[in-house]
Nanobody, 124 residues
Framework: QVQLVESGGGLVQAGNSLRLTCTGS????????IGWFRQTPGKQPEFVAA????????DYAEVVQGRFTISRDKAENTVSLQMDNLKPEDTAVYSC?????????????????WGQGTQVTVST
C-alpha cells in the first residue's frame, strides 16, 4: 500500500515558477515508479513526467520538456516537480501517482495509487 500527498500548488503569473512535492508513505513507495499527471474538467488525466524507482531514469511529456524537471529524494520519500516558465495552458489539477513496479509508464491506467491533487492556476 502507498499513500501520496501533493503540496505546492497555487496561482502564478505566466512565466513564473512553482514547485510541487509528492510525499509518499507505505512499504512500496521506495520501490515504485512515480508519475505526475494533470487533469482539467471533462478530460482524462494527462501524463506530465515520471521517474523510475531510483530516480535515475525520467521521462517528460513533449509539451513540458525543457520547462519542467522531476526529481526524487529517496531519503525524504519525496518526488518533486519543478515547473518553470509556466503558461496559462499548464492550468490544471496536478496529481502524483505510484505504480506497482519500478519502471516508468506514461499512461494513467498504469498507476495504482493516487494523491488527492493540487490546483495549479497560471494567469496571463
Amino acid at each position: 500500500q502507498v499513500q501520496l500527498v501533493e503540496s505546492g500548488g497555487g496561482l502564478v503569473q505566466a512565466g513564473n515558477s512553482l514547485r510541487l512535492t509528492c510525499t509518499g508513505s507505505g512499504y512500496s513507495f521506495s520501490a515504485s515508479a512515480i508519475g505526475w499527471f494533470r487533469q482539467t474538467p471533462g478530460k482524462q488525466p494527462e501524463f506530465v513526467a515520471a521517474t523510475n524507482w531510483n530516480g535515475d531514469i525520467v521521462d517528460y511529456a513533449e509539451v513540458v520538456q525543457g520547462r519542467f524537471t522531476i526529481s526524487r529524494d529517496k531519503a525524504e520519500n519525496t518526488v518533486s516537480l519543478q515547473m518553470d516558465n509556466l503558461k496559462p495552458e499548464d492550468t490544471a489539477v496536478y496529481s502524483c501517482a505510484a505504480r506497482e513496479g519500478e519502471h516508468i509508464a506514461t499512461f494513467h491506467r498504469g498507476y495504482r495509487w493516487w494523491g488527492q491533487g493540487t490546483q495549479v492556476t497560471v494567469s496571463t
